[in-house]
């Protein structure tokens, strides 16, 4: 379940009264990799399988289906057990919506040292109109549904330039984007010429984990950071903040937001 | 600097633009405990001898101000460097508003195995009136310069009834508490009987943070999910959520918000 109900005292100028609200589960996924504990994600308890294979693939453990043996998830226990085909390096660092875990020696972290080395620049010659863009945010605000029930979740959604093709929800903003990228491993579902619609703020770790993917259009309802921004024009990326109502703030190659012919 | 300004394209139904936006500055910090590293936070660049004392606090490996030797802060590379009297155990689970970083085979995570085992119920008999809460709330807001020009940090702050008495601001939300606990453990000012105000959804890892300060009244703009509010009814501790304009949702222990006398 992806929400509960819980009784609440509310309380307005007008006075106080007793009532339920809807509110958003919590749950925990511990993610065990070749029988080797990795980490556990606060998330809420849907799509566990994309979830884990999502993350193992953001965080560089894993890049294909080929490459996992069996996954088995354990709802109950909230567990996810993977198993990939060959060795996998443990020791990498892990980053998240906050920090970086450090596995020791490993260096101290800058815009220099970011996972960008290496990392081809982003080939796509998408082009989206303006108006394209804001029926896609307003489908995806109305497919939030838990987001709606709640106000507690994050949502992400792969699109072409007018349809949602995937959706998720989770109370991490990084999980739902991961969800989405493991159902697109795991169903063999492309991510070229496709755009991101995140809930979320967009921090350099979420730029980068949607570069990885080698997608051109990242969309978001809220704000980015000067990192991300910096990340964006470096790799080719469209980034849009804000994208909100009828309007949105291009932050980097906005040749692929045509303007609309009249 | 906390904010920076970058060149955008706006995009309206009514046309295009382009035009400047204030972004937020994403910044890391690296936490070095005793000559060795520990973490690397994604964070704001302010505050940092708070933030990194204030995670050392919230996630165990401190307790108090008289615990810590030296600490030398390097702006420019972003490290903390924190020493302290005794030995510190550095195995320990880390937790974050993501995930809690392994060290193996410390076993799987459930509401038993919270950290709630042994925590002593907050003991406080403070008690706020909503008008009172209304008048905080509303100082809260207007206190958020950082948000109000980008829309990208949280904030949080530390009160009594009727004044914010520490305030700050962070890209997570997380670190927005932190640095403020940061601050009480440095300047040696109490947290009984206070309350604490935040920006950010309230997830059972905030609320331990929070419960850890012995700190009867949490305040939060957003959601809480249901392991929050099951732990704060365990606690002791008042739990309100959706606190905007002149209303809020009471999640546990109403008794702390007493009727308006008219």
């Not at 081809?120 to 489908?139: D, G, H």
Request: aromatic residues 6%; contains cysteine; proline residues 2%.
């Amino acid at each position: 379940m992806e929400t509960e109900t819980a009784p609440i005292l509310r309380i307005t100028e007008q006075g106080r009264n007793e009532g339920k609200d809807t509110v958003v589960a919590e749950s925990y996924l511990t993610i065990v990799l070749n029988s080797q504990e990795l980490v556990t994600l606060l998330c809420s308890p849907t799509k566990l399988d994309y979830l884990a294979v999502g993350f193992l693939a953001s965080e560089g453990f894993i890049k294909s289906k080929d490459e996992i043996e069996k996954i088995i998830i354990d709802d109950e226990r909230g567990i996810a057990q993977v198993t990939t085909r060959g060795a996998v390096d443990h020791a990498a660092h892990i980053s998240s919506g906050r920090f970086i875990a450090s596995s020791g020696g490993k260096g101290f972290r800058s815009y220099h040292t970011l996972d960008v080395s290496g990392r081809a620049e982003i080939k796509s010659y998408l082009q989206v109109r303006a108006p394209e863009v804001f029926a896609l945010m307003e489908e995806f605000g109305q497919r939030s549904k838990v987001f709606q029930a709640t106000g507690g979740v994050h949502s992400a959604a792969l699109c072409d330039i007018t349809n949602i093709l995937i959706f998720s929800e989770d109370i991490g903003r990084h999980n739902a984007v991961d969800k989405i990228f493991g159902e697109c491993i795991l169903k063999d579902i492309s991510t070229d010429d496709r755009i991101i619609l995140t809930s979320g703020r967009v921090s350099s770790e979420i730029l980068l984990k949607v570069a990885r993917r080698n997608i051109p259009i990242l969309l978001s309802k809220s704000a980015p950071t000067n990192l991300a921004i910096k990340l964006a024009a470096d790799l080719g990326m469209t980034l849009i903040g804000f994208a909100r109502g009828r309007r949105m703030n291009v932050y980097s190659v906005a040749w692929r937001i045509v303007p609309d012919e009249k």
